[in-house]
């Protein structure tokens, strides 16, 4: 562990480092509250630069807003949810503030890509699957097989774009980060863009990132005391950054192997290379964040974001979320390939959903193309999988003050698939269908 004596301010110049100012920001977060608690401000603050020093050296200082992020993490996990509020909004009016000296206008980002939304209304309109009820007509219709080639075409053709894309900057682009939220289909677009890639005379190689964790003892941990994998601090993301621009410099590495079981890295790494007909790989949760990746610059990196953009109306008139389909995938993932109980992943989903609300969705406005990987038939084929779990998981649920989250989003599904035609026979879907990744059945290994 070193003595961190340099920050990284959002001009991206350096300053000193001054650990005082992380304590009176926490204090005067509290005592906006009433609560004027100088022991516990220095005690949080010396955990937040604890976790800084592990992570971070002056060589690669952390950012301003990475040291914001520790700090409200921190006091989260020390059961402080209502200061950790009130330092989110000393640091927004402090940045508003900031704003107004140099003269700009407040401006928040946009997290909702309009583009790529219209895009796939227009496909939904004119294919017949803007709603529930005309989805359930074609299928009644006997059109299942005519709707999943031409949803697959849709998909193909985004795959397509991406990889195009890349071929025609193949001068600039060292590094695809391939992101997306959970079950969103990140490995099998993966696997299709390496494909397409290939054709062009390109190969991808992929550096596993999960290898990068921190050993066990040293990993941060949520608000109820358990090891937060979720969060990019998790990973040891000075040494990222060190190997991703020696690598690009053409210099050889020796990457981590993290085993799981232990909880430990063990020697010895794995050397690795860049040649130069070989683009790296970088398929990860957290791929935009962008203290992972600071160490490269922007023209060498082509950031694809993958996500369920579905734009059908469903029950009411309301359009099914996004990340409600991907509960359903990852509910029949877990439960096929991880022996894992679907209800867990309802449970359990909330967590995901904070994670990627804070690391992953806020970033999709900086990435360089978005493939929507909502599939429409694939809501006719959950229902016959899943739909039967949902009566006895809102019977256990309803009553329960602990799992009143769970239970919403119980509802919420049920009501949607309940009203969703069954499709029993998922022959008509390809062997390489994104889909496949999940209800079994591909084509590829993963």
Not at 147 to 165: G, I, P
Not at 329 to 335: F, K, P, T, Y
Request: charged share 30%; proline share 6%.
């Amino acid at each position: 562990m070193s003595e961190l004596t340099r920050i990284l301010k959002r001009d991206g110049t350096e300053a000193p480092f001054d650990r005082e100012k992380i304590r009176v920001a926490i204090y005067k977060a509290g005592a906006s509250l009433g609560i004027h608690d100088e022991p516990f401000s220095r005690e949080a603050a010396g955990e937040v630069v604890d976790i800084l020093e592990r992570s971070y050296t002056s060589a690669f200082p952390p950012s301003v807003e990475g040291i914001q992020d520790v700090a409200e993490r921190v006091l989260i996990r020390k059961g402080k949810a209502e200061i950790a509020k009130a330092y989110i909004l000393y640091r927004a009016k402090r940045a508003s503030l900031r704003q107004r000296r140099e003269g700009k206008r407040s401006k928040m980002p946009e997290p909702v890509p309009y583009k790529s939304l219209w895009r796939a209304y227009v496909w939904a309109v004119d294919h017949g699957v803007a709603s529930i009820a005309s989805l359930n007509a074609r299928i009644r219709a006997g059109e299942f097989p005519a709707l999943v080639r031409e949803s697959e075409a849709m998909y193909q053709s985004q795959v397509d774009e991406a990889a195009r894309e890349i071929v025609e900057n193949r001068d600039q682009v060292r590094i695809v980060i391939v992101a997306g939220p959970s079950s969103s289909g990140k490995t099998t677009t993966t696997i299709k863009i390496e494909e397409r890639l290939k054709e062009a005379g390109l190969k991808l190689k992929a550096l596993n990132v999960d290898n990068y964790f921190f050993d066990l003892e040293l990993h941060p941990k949520d608000e109820h005391g358990d090891y937060d994998f979720e969060t990019p601090e998790a990973l040891d993301l000075q040494l990222i950054n060190g190997h991703l621009g020696a690598l690009i410099g053409g210099e050889e590495i020796v990457t981590p192997t993290y085993d799981f079981k232990t909880g430990k890295r063990t020697p010895p790494g794995t050397p690795f290379r860049l040649a130069e007909d070989e683009v790296l790989l970088i398929d990860c949760l957290h791929g935009l964040y962008y203290e992972m990746t600071r160490s490269v610059p922007a023209e060498a990196k082509y950031k694809l974001y993958i996500e369920t953009l579905a734009q059908m109306k469903g029950p009411r008139g309301r359009f099914i979320r996004w990340y409600d389909l991907r509960l359903l995938r990852r509910m029949i993932r877990d439960s096929l390939h991880r022996s894992y109980d679907p209800r867990k992943t309802l449970i359990h989903w909330h967590y995901v959903r904070r994670s990627e609300l804070k690391h992953i969705i806020p970033f999709i406005h900086d990435v360089d193309f978005i493939v929507n990987s909502a599939l429409p038939f694939e809501l006719p084929v959950m229902k016959n999988k899943l739909f039967h779990h949902f009566p006895r998981f809102l019977e256990e649920f309803k009553e329960d003050p602990s799992k009143q989250d769970a239970y919403l989003r119980a509802r919420r599904v049920h009501e949607m698939l309940e009203a969703v035609e069954e499709v029993s026979d998922p022959s008509p879907i390809p062997g390489d269908s994104l889909l496949r990744e999940f209800i079994g059945g591909s084509s590829y290994r993963y």
